[in-house]
Nanobody, 116 residues
Framework: VQLQASGGGLVQAGQSLRLSCVDSGSIFTHRTMGWYRQAPGKQRELIAWITISDDTYYDDSVKGRFTISRGNAKNTVYLQMSSLKPEDTAVYYC???????????WGQGTLVTVSS
């Protein structure tokens, strides 16, 4: 079982994309979930997360432009990305930041490329 991210693509600066992450095993429906990204040559970083009570938090680099949310069934997490910048280019992943076994659940991620 992995967390499957999708929705990436090639867009121009200023445009929007919506990423989806499906927890096919419904393992994380009662856990904080987060979106991470890894840019070329950089470490993977946590950029947005949502708690089980739907409180949301963002890294300063995406605050005000990205919105994280959960689906009604709680096994899908979304990342609405607006006003995209070239520096947002990265592979985006979802996972549970506080889950001790989260290393077992990294999926392949979804590539977002923002052209200037």
């Amino acid at each position: 079982v992995q967390l499957q991210a999708s929705g990436g693509g090639l867009v121009q600066a200023g445009q929007s994309l919506r990423l989806s992450c499906v927890d096919s095993g419904s393992i994380f429906t009662h856990r904080t979930m987060g979106w991470y990204r890894q840019a070329p040559g950089k470490q993977r970083e946590l950029i947005a997360w949502i708690t089980i009570s739907d409180d949301t938090y963002y890294d300063d680099s995406v605050k005000g432009r990205f919105t994280i949310s959960r689906g009604n069934a709680k096994n899908t997490v979304y990342l609405q990305m607006s006003s995209l910048k070239p520096e947002d280019t990265a592979v985006y992943y979802c996972n549970a930041p506080n889950y001790p076994r989260r290393e077992e659940f990294w999926g392949q991620g979804t590539l977002v490329t923002v052209s200037s």
